[in-house]
């Protein structure tokens, strides 16, 4: 599976950045797709979760309000309003597939355990 991510770079405090995120090579389709983010030294933290059956969201209270996840077909958005700098980190387009041989991002109903090379998102004045 190849995730194509896009959108990433600096911004300042207060402002919005759309990540988008092409997936292809599916051979057995996903349950769900989202986005998780990291920074050196931290654990991952999901940020945004989609559900492939129902369209349901998740989003964790750091940014539940600020942040929209949209997807059509395989190319997943996430639109983040409002940034704030503690929201600086690579962020990472994933998918649900099922797998159990990976490491895997929960959060939410999520069980991420696919992903691409992440994006730099920089809030900063």
């Known amino acids: 599976v190849r995730f194509v991510e896009s959108g990433g770079g600096l911004v300042q405090p207060g402002g919005s950045l759309r990540l988008t995120c092409e997936a292809s090579?599916?051979?057995?389709?996903?349950?769900?797709m989202g986005w998780f983010r990291q920074v050196p030294g931290k654990e991952r933290e999901g940020v945004a979760c989609?559900?492939?059956?129902?369209?349901d969201t998740y989003y964790p209270d750091s940014v539940v309000g600020r942040f929209t996840i949209s997807r059509d077909r395989d190319t997943v958005t996430l639109q983040m309003n409002s940034l704030k700098a503690e929201d600086s980190a690579v962020y990472y387009c994933?998918?649900?597939?099922?797998?159990?041989?990976?490491?895997?991002?929960?959060?939410?109903?999520?069980?991420?355990?696919?992903w691409g090379q992440g994006t730099q998102v920089t809030v900063s004045s």
């Open positions: 989609i559900s492939a059956a129902s369209g």
């Open positions: 090579g599916f051979t057995r389709g996903y349950y769900s």
């Open positions: 994933a998918a649900e597939q099922g797998r159990t041989d990976s490491t895997r991002v929960s959060f939410g109903f999520c069980l991420l355990d696919s």
